[in-house]
């Protein structure tokens, strides 16, 4: 080939090239994992676990970002102005679907792939080790007789939490007043203190008093016996229909590419089969969903059905 047929060639391959440019593998630069909550609590201890493991999965940096406000509000707003590429993922528990099914947002659940379900753990009605309340039968006449008494703490207004106390007021027919905290670490501390007779918690949120025996569950709102608290009664055994739990997951903004989605999905698979995974569930109380893609969105479809007539129920 002589020089000028070879220059040819070269002008050619070039201009193929910038207009074919090579596709990156995914992910070939740092994630942005938004925390929807302040640094501490449960939700964001689970995503500095999966980040961790994330990066040693996916052989990239990834980075935690806390931005709490609005119940997920300030996050998925900030991820929506970000692109659709993966690279930014989001935390999404059951206060998301309270708050989608608000509908005061300027976005829906239709604007994110709700693409993993990671934990999932039920509330409980818990009590001080020293609190003369045994039993949920003891609560409950306690609640009758006293009622101007009954202040029972909890995370969050029209939230997971003052669900489950509100299906057990309406069941068991009393009165109570309930008292939202800003964070679950506060609501321990009110029980702790003597501030309120009893609150409702996730058992996570006060995981290590309630193993060394300071704070007592007397009723938890699993179907049956929940493997991490055996002896602790279900609110179903004790004739109440309130089987309730709260997840904690992660979502991407939608028109994210399956191919990135099926990156994704399956790097935290890998995550969630690993000891180290393991011991972090076992050590928080926590329960694995296993729900596909598809299985989450219907999920949280379904439940910001059921919120909505809760919200409606407080207006």
């Not at 609005?70 to 998301?96: C, E, H, K, R, V």
């Not at 007779?197 to 025996?213: D, E, F, L, R, Y």
Request: aromatic share 10%.
């Amino acid at each position: 080939m002589n020089p000028s047929s070879f220059f040819k060639l070269y002008v050619v391959v070039g201009l193929f090239s910038l207009m074919n440019p090579a596709q990156a593998v995914f992910p070939d630069k740092p994630i942005h994992f938004i925390s929807s909550t302040a640094a501490g609590g449960p939700l964001d201890t689970m995503a500095r676990t999966m980040g961790k493991m994330l990066s040693d999965e996916l052989k990239q940096p990834v980075v935690i970002e806390n931005k709490p406000g609005g119940t997920g509000i300030l996050a998925m707003n900030y991820a929506l102005n970000q692109p659709a590429d993966g690279y930014t993922i989001i935390t999404a528990t059951g206060s998301t679907s309270f708050m989608l099914a608000e509908g005061n947002a300027s976005f829906t659940e239709n604007d994110f792939i709700f693409i993993s379900g990671l934990q999932s753990e039920p509330a409980a009605l818990a009590v001080l080790k020293s609190s003369p309340i045994k039993n949920l039968e003891d609560f409950l006449q306690f609640a009758k007789k006293e009622p101007n008494k009954v202040n029972i703490a909890g995370y969050g207004n029209a939230g997971f939490n003052q669900l489950v106390f509100s299906k057990l007021m309406q069941q068991a027919n009393f009165k109570g007043s309930w008292v939202p905290y800003t964070s679950a670490g506060q609501v321990v501390l009110s029980l702790l203190g003597g501030q309120v007779p009893a609150a409702i918690i996730t058992p996570s949120s006060a995981i290590a008093q309630v193993q060394n025996g300071d704070i007592r569950l007397i009723a938890i709102s699993t179907a049956k016996r929940d493997t991490y608290f055996p002896n602790v009664p279900t609110f179903k055994e004790k004739g109440f229909n309130i089987v309730e739990s709260l997840w904690r997951g992660v979502m991407v903004k939608k028109g994210t590419s399956n191919e990135v989605i099926t990156k994704l999905t399956s790097a935290i698979t890998n995550v969630e089969k690993s000891p180290e995974w393991k011991k972090f569930m076992a050590e928080n109380a926590q329960s694995s969903m296993n729900l596909s893609v598809d299985q989450m969105q219907e999920f949280v479809k379904s439940e910001i059905v059921t919120r909505k007539a809760f919200l409606n129920q407080l207006k």
